[in-house]
């Protein structure tokens, strides 16, 4: 457990970050709800004390010209409280438009500088987002204006606390006294709903995942066919409710304490004011002490109830703050040099030494000990059934991750001494997961390579290259159509979306990748998964010469798209089961030459005989569940599919 001085030491660390923060977005709104606030806080005090002037004035027979000075006092006293909330709200929503502009850009930055994709698989580090998120929108705003609010508080205590000094010492003391509980219960509820926003800060996640797939495009039919959208409903009411049921719960203490402070105060109060009526009765006090008594009775306990309320809620907002001070404050999840070696261009090659690797601890091996090497011109294809790791080296290559054990080598110099960034700056690749954006056909292809985002002419060459540009010209306005399913209306509609096939998708992804054409690396991880026999046909052969002395790594499962590939390796359970030409692997009579031989007998009529080395699947009908119970329907066989998971 963290003690209470280090504690105090985070504490302090991050209101001077929010305050510093809340400086830099907006010094003038800081100022100007610093002053405001200041005159607030003394507005009850005068107002208390010009009106005992009044009554006692009055008490003792001044008549309207004798009192003017204290009533023009007292009415400007009354505008001032009138005015100044609005000013001072005023203040303080441009500091905190200010502030959100400041922060969600702080945050946004650390999370781009994360140059691999570890921390972006980590459920942790999506909580903590989420609550740096959060806590970014108002954190910042609320310890400032719980300071400011302390700082109104303080001055209204001060000016009340020296009234009752005159009038009766003892009660503060007991109104003094009767604040102590107070302050430990806000602080401990501070305390309590921190750690339950944390708490369910997991049941919060899932409850927006589940909420998102109830309405999302691409998950819309499934949920359709399989009927899932009551279960998808009920599991996300089930996270709602338990936190809401977490939620109620702190309502509910939060309810017992203010419920029993308030009686507290309340007791307190009327007690005081027995006293003072008895004491004007017995003509210790004045008229006018008796009312300046009542209102720094309630001054008094208003404003220890404000400091009390204010510390709770800038304490609160301390501590969700430190969620976006350590999202903002996180190391990289690579480390990168301080001094990375420059990346020129490829002039030997890339080479995979000895390279281990997991996800985790807790994982398996994904790769044990692969070596290999691809030279400069070169092409090498990866094959290998779904899970042998041909995905995950493509990573490494890109180091999206490291490897636990061994080195991946650019011309000699290891991948961890580079900038990541320059060293993507010299690959292009298109991934089996590609991404679609909801942005015009141009810019979906364009974003390819940032800096020629509005050079139309390559766009267009990429597009060509990748056999989609007679699609995107037949579209309502070409280049420049939103592609959407989210944005999706009128034809006329400049912002209306166009919706594109599967197929058309994974070509506008080539292209994007084919816009980094000039790069040393192409990496296609399965460029062609979701085109038709005729589309892939002619993308392989466009890629085929665009490859063409080029170096480029190729994963395919149509193993027709590789054998032309100078090298093909084979992995298999993370190891390099076979490695050569086409015609080598086939002499070989291994793995290779069985899928190789499988495929191809699936384009031959009537041969539906399993190839040694290949998982054999069971026939639907040996499935529980999947057994034909149509009478009379013939018996169905299946043949062993190597379809990747893009199709
Ligand atoms: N982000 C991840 N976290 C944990 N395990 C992962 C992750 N990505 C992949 N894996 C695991 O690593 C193994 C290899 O996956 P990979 O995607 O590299 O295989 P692949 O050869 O590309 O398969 P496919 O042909 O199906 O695309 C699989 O067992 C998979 O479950």
């Known amino acids: 457990m963290t003690s209470p001085a280090a504690y105090g030491a985070a504490g302090r660390g991050r209101f001077r970050a929010a305050a510093a923060l809340a400086w830099r977005a907006h010094p003038a709104a800081v100022l100007a709800s610093g002053v405001t606030v200041l005159l607030m806080g003394l507005v009850p005090v005068a107002a208390a004390w010009l009106t005992k002037l009044v009554l006692d004035g009055l008490a003792a027979g001044s008549g309207p010209a004798g009192l003017l000075v204290q009533g023009v006092a007292l009415g400007v006293t009354g505008l001032a409280g009138a005015a100044l909330p609005s000013v001072a709200e005023y203040a303080q929503d441009q500091s905190r438009r200010a502030l959100q502009v400041l922060i969600q850009d702080r945050l ?16 942790a580090f999506h909580d903590r987002v989420r609550l740096a998120q959060e806590a970014g929108q108002n954190a910042p705003q609320r310890i400032v204006r719980g300071v400011l609010g302390i700082a109104q508080g303080a001055v209204t205590l001060a000016g009340f606390t020296a009234a009752l000094a005159v009038l009766a010492p003892w009660m503060i003391l007991v109104v003094a006294l009767s604040a102590v509980p107070s302050v430990r219960a806000q602080l401990d509820l501070s305390r309590r709903r921190a750690g339950m926003m944390w708490g369910v800060s997991p049941r919060a996640r899932r409850q927006i995942f589940f909420a998102n797939l109830l309405t999302s495009p691409d998950a819309a039919k499934e949920i359709r066919l399989f009927g899932l959208g009551d279960l998808l409903r009920a599991r996300m009411l089930r996270e709602l409710r338990a936190v809401n049921a977490a939620e109620q719960g702190l309502a509910r203490r939060t309810l017992r304490t203010q419920g029993t402070l308030s009686l507290l105060g309340a007791a307190v109060a009327a007690l005081g004011l027995l006293w003072a009526i008895d004491a004007a009765a017995s003509g210790t006090l004045t008229v006018g002490d008796v009312a300046v008594f009542a ?7 208003s404003a220890l109830a404000s400091i009390v309320g204010q510390s709770a809620d800038a304490h609160n907002a301390l501590l969700m703050f430190g969620h976006y001070l350590d999202v903002v404050a996180e190391a990289p999840d690579l480390p990168v040099p301080r001094r990375p070696r420059p990346v020129p261009p490829l002039r030997e090659g890339i080479e995979v030494r000895d390279v281990w690797f997991r996800y985790d601890d807790a994982h398996p091996w994904v790769l044990r000990g692969v070596d290999l090497f691809i030279p400069r011109g070169g092409s090498l294809a990866l094959v290998g059934l779904n899970g042998a790791g041909k995905s995950t080296l493509v990573k490494l290559i890109c180091r999206l991750y490291d490897p636990v054990r061994g080195s991946i080598l650019w011309d000699g110099v290891d991948l961890r001494d580079l900038d990541p960034a320059e060293l993507r700056g010299r690959i292009g690749a298109v991934f089996q997961d590609y991404m679609s954006y909801d942005l015009t056909a141009a810019e979906n292809i364009g974003l390819g390579d940032v800096a020629a985002l509005d050079d139309r002419d390559r766009v267009e060459a990429a597009a060509r290259l990748a056999g989609v ?58 460029p062609s998964s979701g085109l038709d026999a005729q589309a892939e046909h002619a993308i392989h052969q466009s890629l085929r010469r665009h490859r063409a002395g080029r170096t480029s790594l190729l994963i395919s499962h149509r193993l027709g798209a590789v054998r032309d590939a100078n090298v093909i390796v084979v992995l298999a359970e993370g190891r390099i089961a076979e490695r050569g030409s086409h015609a080598e692997l086939m002499a070989l009579g291994g793995e290779y030459a069985s899928l190789f031989t499988l495929q ?15 998982p054999n699947l069971p026939a639907l009908a040996d499935v529980p569940g999947l057994e034909d119970s149509r009478e009379g329907a013939s018996p169905r066989t299946t043949t062993p599919s190597t379809r990747s998971k893009g199709t």
């Open 108 to 123: 946004f930055q650390a999370v781009n500088a994360h140059p691999g994709l570890s921390r972006f698989e980590n459920p």
């Open 600 to 614: 191809a007998q699936g384009y031959e009529p009537g041969d539906s005989r399993p190839s040694p080395g290949v």
């Open 295 to 301: 209102a720094a009775v309630a001054g008094v306990q």
């Open 469 to 526: 540009h007679e699609t995107i010209t037949g579209l309502p306005r070409g280049y420049d159509t939103l592609l959407s399913r989210i944005f999706f209306g009128d034809r006329d509609d400049p912002q209306a979306g166009v919706v594109l096939s599967g197929g058309q998708w994974q070509r506008l992804a080539l292209a994007r990748a084919l816009m980094r054409q000039a790069r040393d690396l192409l990496v296609l991880d399965e």
